[in-house]
């Protein structure tokens, strides 16, 4: 839904917002706007003011979330049941399953408020990419309030001169691939309603992250596989491309198998694998971008017996679909080859695990 959705009334609002931080909740802040600033499928955002002058963010849950999360739940695992009785080219049943952690989790925002902190020190030091403070004397498992971070939205830069459009394609390949070849964590729903951007001095400075919830932790062996596949599939190494399937949890690896997946993977790599300027979609329509792989998959795995997608697979290869759809939009002209591989600089799999253990 990102970030249009009917929003709760001002009443409900205040009876919720008493659940959360008691009767006298108002006293705590300076101001708090009646009218929420944005609304989604799990609750809303209303904007207000600290005692101290600082703009806030306030995510309030709608109400009995658990209870219409989980009915949601057993309608996809019978959706995938049937999908599975008339179409057995791919098994979604790990599929199912990791959706449904996933979403579960988004309904804790201890846990997101976590994840926002977790960001915060790993692009600290990143200026084209903003991440908000987290005020944990306002927030609660069903309410979490950040910093406010004014911007504009991203769909408002479409058609912007190139060298912004540039800078918003680096601001967006930093934001996903830092945190994920530093600690292992991917933003598992990089839509176009969870960024948005910031200027300076009337010119494009950044993108700000905005939401936290649907954040996929990895184990480090996971990432060395995803590096495994990019460097085997670059220097043409296919026992290097094998043993990258294999750390994931794919199983009946034949080559043929392989060869299918790898379709597949050299579009997900296709544009860090090419080093020149280029944008992702390289002259491809945008409506016509990797259809013409995905029906080679399926018509493949269809003749080989089909496939089981490892339950870590699922958030890695939505988020890839995702990004690459907003730098579709953005038509950015970057040398992606060389962003990554500057990102990937020290990377080692121990390294993963030692920033892991300590956040």
């Known amino acids: 839904l990102q970030s249009e959705a009917p929003p709760m009334g001002w009443l409900f609002v205040k009876r919720r917002m008493a659940a959360e931080l008691g009767p006298k909740w108002m006293e705590r802040f300076a101001r708090f706007e009646h009218e929420a600033a944005a609304a989604a499928s799990l609750g809303q955002v209303h904007r207000a003011v600290s005692h101290t002058g600082e703009e806030l963010a306030c995510k309030l849950q709608y109400p009995d979330m658990q209870s219409v999360v989980e009915a949601d739940l057993v309608q996809l695992k019978l959706l995938f049941a049937l999908h599975r009785r008339f179409d057995g080219v791919i ?50 498992r069903r309410l979490i309030t950040l910093g406010w971070l004014e911007g504009k939205k991203l769909l408002s830069y479409v058609d912007a001169d190139l060298d912004g459009r540039n800078l918003l394609g680096e601001a967006m390949f930093m934001a996903w691939w830092l945190p994920f070849s530093q600690y292992g964590v991917i933003h598992g729903d990089p839509h176009l309603g969870n960024y948005t951007v910031f200027e300076e001095d009337g010119r494009v400075g950044g993108i700000n992250l905005l939401d936290y919830g649907c954040i996929r932790v990895f184990p480090p062996d996971f990432v060395g596989g995803v590096i495994d596949l990019y460097e085997g599939l670059r220097d043409g190494q296919p026992d290097r491309v094998a043993h990258a399937y294999q750390t994931w949890g794919f199983k009946r690896l034949s080559r043929e198998m392989i060869d299918v997946l790898n379709i597949w993977a050299r579009f997900i790599y296709g544009p860090i694998l090419d080093d020149r300027v280029r944008t992702v979609a390289d002259g491809v329509k945008p409506g016509e971008y990797g259809r013409k792989e995905a029906m080679a998959v399926r018509r493949e795995l269809k003749r080989l017996g089909g496939v089981t997608v490892p339950r870590e697979f699922v958030f890695m290869d939505r988020a890839a679909i ?38």
């Open 91 to 140: 098994d979604t049943t790990e599929i199912a399953q990791e959706i449904g952690e996933r979403v579960r989790e988004e309904l804790d925002y201890v846990r997101e408020a976590g994840h926002a902190r977790l960001y915060g020190a790993i692009l600290g030091d990143e200026p084209l990419v903003r991440v908000p403070k987290v005020y944990d004397d306002l927030s609660t």
């Open 322 to 359: 995702g990004l690459g759809a907003v730098f579709l939009h953005l038509r950015a002209e970057r040398n992606f080859y060389r962003l990554f591989n500057q990102v990937l600089e020290g990377f080692s799999v121990e390294e993963v695990a030692r920033r892991q253990k300590a956040a």
